[in-house]
């Protein structure tokens, strides 16, 4: 590999002329110094690309609903699954162990997963979500309104970081992609190389819709200049660089969405339970060792600061010092038994013992390492120097003054840590708001009191923190994972944004609208059936129509039941539901809320589903819940209860035969007033059974 470099735009791969070879980057093997490829957009017109996602890609993405595309990800996910040795072979090249390219390639392949999951779970299949209950704006129910999300109709740019080319890519593409925006990858250049790896695969595979992903291998220095309104720009790296791109016109005035996840000076606390000895000391000492030699340390959730009782800070130096001695073993990543390999560049090497020098000069005592070139081992099995490598070793410094702005404000981002001591939680919190705003916190400790006061005094400069203890250490993914289902993100130096988070991930790439309008203009809107528009009772029932048959506002308006003392007595003495408001007139009738003995709630919905349920087989296969229910008016022996249950949402499966039919249940008495209301979710046959 070691030619130039590819991008994938306007649905082609593309590569600069010969005459852009002078100007190209050379990419290099992080351990060897090899050169792997060389990087140039010279001659790329990067306009024409993004113009290409904003109507290809657009019109591509928008003819799927969201559970079409949720079903993409998830064989996106398995066609690079199945290739991923390929992925784990380059990643080698930029440093990458073997367990930090699992982090960085099977975390990315599970971001896929994860939203294809939560997209088919928690979306509808349809192209509109909506965003809380409906709102009542007329005493008749005539005029409503309601909040709905749709797509932006731009591009989302994702400008990514060295340390994780896969996961960083990936990790931004999936909530895009199910959110139906096209997305324009730019990978860092010294590990872009295993981005345009993936990205390939994806492209081989046939799955991208038209326009829905791109690739740009190298620099884009005008990149915005071309945004544009409904356009969102998500940006991993440095918060200087971060700063920079948001003062853009283009942001300021031009409605272009920006988002960041910058770098942070993570902290770590140990709780004043959890000395030496205690699961959690044990536990805290494992984490950061692991967090100061996962990627070479090149995460911008990896401990920075380890803030410790004072009078463990000692122990804890100790204890790190013996398991980095006994378990870390740095080296080319293809030699057997290294556990931490290079950083990802030589520049990058320079740049973390630059940070170190001033860390020590602001009053750090290197106490763990050393900034000399280390002794590694090599790809030929054999242990020496590498001076073409980015070879550095783990370094803990330890801070006297707590007080040290350096401390709280310079990253060198690599295998480095600093340790303090503090005297009192409060004195702990404060030291972690002193990093001005963080990723991620985490805390070791057994004790609830602790765990409550650091939370109360950490939680607003964190998007993130992790309590540690013996219960949850075996299963604990760690300080420095972020996961797919929670945010990703923080306050202040941290970016001020999020990534990641489930469906809220989704939610960033689409625009939330208020519609006002009409039951029936609100049903047409949304897919979702709304009270007071058209319905359909009587004719035939619905529980005899398919899924291809059945039709938004389908309803059954039942017959009238009357309830009798008796009923209400069998049932509390066959349920075992004898609370006294069902079974004691005198006490029933000193309750505020009953006029005396009542009926028991959940006899109304048993009865509501034999007034409106057809028994016979049919395309309905299974009831499987209720939502939402509420029980309104109280309802006494010799009141009537009436039933109509109405079509309101259809949600065919993308890869079953069957979907889900949620129906609007409402109960009333003989004098109209609503009783109950309720949703009943049943799943139905997309066809009707054949004859037999």
């Given at each position: 590999m070691t030619e130039m470099l590819p991008s994938y735009v306007n649905g082609e791969w593309w590569t600069p002329d010969a005459s852009a070879e002078g100007a190209a980057t050379e990419v290099r093997d992080a351990s060897t110094g090899e050169v792997v490829a060389r990087v140039s957009t010279e001659g790329l017109d990067l306009g024409a690309a993004l113009e290409y996602a904003r109507t290809v890609g657009q019109a591509s993405l928008g003819a799927l609903t969201f559970h079409q595309r949720a079903v993409l990800l998830k064989q996106m996910a398995l066609v690079l699954t199945e290739r991923k040795a390929e992925l784990y072979a380059l990643s080698s090249r930029t440093g990458a162990t073997k367990q930090d390219s699992?982090?960085?390639?099977?975390?990315?392949?599970?971001?896929?997963?994860?939203?294809?999951?939560?997209?088919?779970?928690?979306?509808?299949?349809?192209?509109?979500?909506?965003?809380?209950?409906?709102?009542?704006?007329?005493?008749?129910?005539?005029?409503?309104?309601?909040?709905?999300?749709?797509?932006?109709?731009?591009?989302?740019?994702?400008?990514?970081?060295?340390?994780?080319?896969?996961?960083g890519s990936l990790e931004k593409f999936a909530p895009a992609f199910l959110a139906g925006m096209p997305t324009v990858v730019k990978p860092a250049t010294p590990t872009g190389y295993l981005a345009e790896a993936f990205v390939r695969i994806l492209a081989e595979s046939g799955l991208l819709p038209e326009g829905s992903l791109q690739l740009v291998s190298g620099s884009v220095p005008t990149l915005f200049d071309h945004l544009r309104l409904g356009d969102l720009v998500a940006f991993t790296g440095s918060a200087s660089t971060a700063e920079r791109l948001r003062a853009h016109d283009a942001v300021q005035t031009g409605?272009?969405?920006?988002?960041?996840?910058?770098?942070?000076?993570?902290?770590?606390?140990?709780?004043?339970?959890?000395?030496?000895?205690?699961?959690?000391f044990d536990?805290?000492?494992?984490?950061?060792?692991?967090?100061?030699?996962?990627?070479?340390?090149?995460?911008?959730?990896?401990?920075?600061?380890?803030?410790?009782?004072?009078?463990?800070?000692?122990?804890?130096?100790?204890?790190?010092?013996?398991?980095?001695?006994?378990?870390v073993v740095v080296g080319d990543p293809r030699?057997?038994?290294?556990?931490?390999?290079?950083?990802?560049?030589?520049?990058?090497?320079?740049?973390?013992?630059?940070?170190?020098?001033?860390?020590?000069?602001?009053?750090?005592?290197l106490v763990i390492g050393s900034t000399d070139a280390p002794t590694v081992a090599l790809a030929d099995g054999s242990t020496g120097a590498a001076p073409d490598g980015a070879f550095v070793a783990p370094m803990l410094l330890r801070f006297a003054d707590a007080a040290s702005p350096a401390l709280h404000e310079v990253e060198a981002f690599g295998p480095v840590s600093s340790i303090v001591g503090y005297g009192s939680l409060a004195e702990a919190s404060a030291l972690v708001a002193r990093g001005g705003g963080s990723l991620v916190t985490s805390v070791a400790t057994h004790d609830p009191e602790v765990a409550v006061e650091l939370a109360s005094g950490i939680a607003a400069y964190n998007g993130r923190v992790l309590f540690l203890d013996r219960d949850d250490a075996r299963s604990s993914t760690g300080h420095g994972s972020p996961l797919p289902n929670l945010v990703h993100g923080g306050p202040g130096r941290a970016g001020g944004g999020e990534e990641l988070g489930g469906i809220r991930a989704v939610l960033h790439h689409m625009q939330r609208t208020a519609v006002q309008g009409s039951p029936e203009?609100?049903?047409?809107?949304?897919?979702?059936?709304?009270?007071?528009?058209?319905?359909?009772?009587?004719?035939?029932?619905?529980?005899?129509?398919?899924?291809?048959?059945?039709?938004?506002?389908?309803?059954?308006?039942?017959g009238s039941r009357t309830v009798t003392l008796d009923d209400i007595e069998t049932f509390a003495n066959f349920t075992g539901d004898t609370f006294y408001a069902h079974m004691d007139e005198e006490a029933a009738a000193a309750n505020p809320f009953f006029p005396g003995r009542v009926a028991h709630g959940y006899l109304l919905v048993s009865w509501a589903a034999g007034l409106f349920v057809d028994a016979a087989p049919g395309p309905v296969l299974a009831n499987y819940g209720l939502e939402n229910l509420r029980?309104?008016?109280?309802?006494?022996?010799?009141?009537?209860?009436?039933?109509?249950?109405?079509?309101?949402?259809?949600?065919?499966?993308?890869?079953?035969?069957?979907?889900?039919?949620?129906?609007?249940?409402?109960?009333?008495?003989?004098?109209?007033?609503?009783?109950?209301?309720?949703?009943?979710?049943?799943?139905?046959?997309?066809e009707q059974a054949p004859a037999a």
């Open positions: 699992w982090v960085d390639i099977d975390g990315g392949i599970g971001v896929l997963f994860t939203f294809s999951g939560k997209g088919r779970r928690e979306m509808p299949n349809a192209r509109v979500y909506l965003d809380g209950a409906v709102e009542n704006l007329s005493k008749d129910g005539s005029f409503l309104g309601r909040h709905i999300y749709t797509r932006l109709p731009g591009v989302a740019v994702q400008i990514n970081a060295f340390n994780f080319p896969v996961w409605g272009v969405r920006f988002t960041s996840e910058t770098d942070s000076i993570n902290a770590s606390v140990l709780g004043t339970d959890a000395v030496a000895g205690t699961p959690e536990a805290y000492v494992k984490q950061l060792v692991v967090e100061m030699t996962t990627k070479a340390g090149q995460k911008c959730t990896a401990i920075r600061r380890a803030i410790v009782p004072e009078g463990s800070v000692d122990a804890v130096i100790d204890a790190v010092r013996a398991r980095i001695a006994e378990r030699a057997e038994g290294v556990t931490m390999g290079p950083l990802a560049s030589t520049a990058q090497r320079d740049e973390v013992l630059r940070q170190v020098g001033r860390l020590t000069a602001a009053g750090g005592e203009m609100l049903t047409a809107l949304t897919g979702v059936w709304h009270a007071g528009a058209a319905s359909q009772p009587g004719g035939e029932h619905p529980f005899r129509k398919s899924l291809a048959e059945l039709r938004l506002g389908d309803q059954v308006v039942s029980f309104v008016t109280p309802v006494s022996p010799g009141d009537a209860i009436r039933v109509e249950l109405t079509a309101k949402q259809i949600t065919p499966r993308e890869t079953d035969e069957y979907g889900e039919v949620r129906w609007d249940a409402v109960l009333r008495n003989q004098n109209d007033e609503l009783v109950a209301s309720y949703d009943v979710l049943t799943l139905v046959a997309k």
